[in-house]
């Protein structure tokens, strides 16, 4: 748990060092103040979380306070001291922006308690305000598309992660999906109630990184008017991503790697330790053993955040996945264009079995989105997807590894073979010298229409 620093106004010197003593037994980090404008002081130059005040002091007085503190640090709660029968004038410093008062003679546990809950509080609307954000941009967390025996397994691994908190490694190209999956995983397991902060490493200029991972305090750097927590404090609890961690420079790794062994940082222009409890799950789609190798990427921090890997693998490598993936986007871009598409001619549907998809995942939504704009309101045809078809079309067999290859080539050849046979599977089987089954399990791992014509239903 984060250390909190109170700081402590009051003028009575017996009063102010008997509360800083029992503040500090009790955990909390004191800065006591024997008047307003030292507090200020304090206020301009320290950081912290909690400011408990009286309302009388010489300079300065704490109404006075409280209004400096609003402008300084705004998230900071403020407790008044206020003696007996002053009820009116506490009332007067909570329109002001105080949260609470408390009377003398002072009950120390009532303090305690009140400061407690304040910071529990302020804590819980920082999480709540990350989740609404998170929520108003609707993700969909709950469906995976897991039809191919790759993604099955890989989902797998993620259940059996998700109920810890250790740091995962997701490698895969460009567009597999594989923020999509950090954040199934964050969202299905003990973190589902906490925040779950993105952050693009690839997107971060390295002479702000440190304040961005970490926060910074007001005045540390020119343009720093406030106080600022950053992605390590926003994540407490939960789930820090970090998509295209390779692009980290080394200088930066080191903090990081620091960071991630203490469970702490400092924020910039602070000395003061803040200790963070989150899950950390990097990305990236570059070779980070190979960076190893080569010096550019730190070993030590390779380990730290390969706890657990999990790669994922090109679309082109699992077709299974294509239809349900292609269906799940027609019903999303249907819903925001409004759209009325019932989703593929068979020819369509071939065509994407039959594309390299480069781009992977994140292409095909995009293809599908096109198509629904010039589909409007009928099946998605060929003409409406926006790569040419087959083999013969310019497919870049050269380069492709030979088990999608096969798999490429064997779909094409199911299918043109069905045609011919005008979807009889029983024909259709003996033309290809397989067994009934063997053809319907094909059709199933290749994700080959079924639905039979009248004449393949009495097959």
Known sequence: MTVATVLLADDEDTLRRNLAKVLKEEGFDVIACRDGDEALDALKTRSIDALVTDLRMPGISGMELIGHARELVPEVPIVVITAFGEVETAVEAMKKGARDYICKPLMIDELILKLNQLLATRDLVRQNKILREQAGRGHDFAGIVAASPQMREILETIEQVSNTISNILFLGDSGTGKEALARALHYTGITKDRAFVAVNCGGLTESLIESEFFGYRRGAFTGATSDRIGYFEAAQGGTLFLDEISSLPLTSQSTLLRAIEEKAIIRVGDTRSRKVDIRIIAATNSDLQEMVSEGTFREDLYYRLNVVQVVLPPLRERLEDIAPLAERFVSKYNAELQADCSGFTPEASAALHEHPWPGNVRELENVVERALIF???????????????????????????????????????????????????????????????SLYRKMDELSIDKEPSDEGARA
């Open 375 to 437: 589909a409007r309101g009928r099946p998605i045809e060929l003409r409406d997807l926006p790569f040419q078809v087959g083999l013969e079309a310019g497919l870049p067999a050269m380069t492709m590894d030979l088990k999608t290859a096969e798999r490429r080539f064997e779909r094409q050849h199911i299918a043109r073979v069905l045609e011919l046979h005008e979807q009889n599977k029983g024909e259709a089987a003996k033309a290809l010298g397989i067994g009934l089954s």
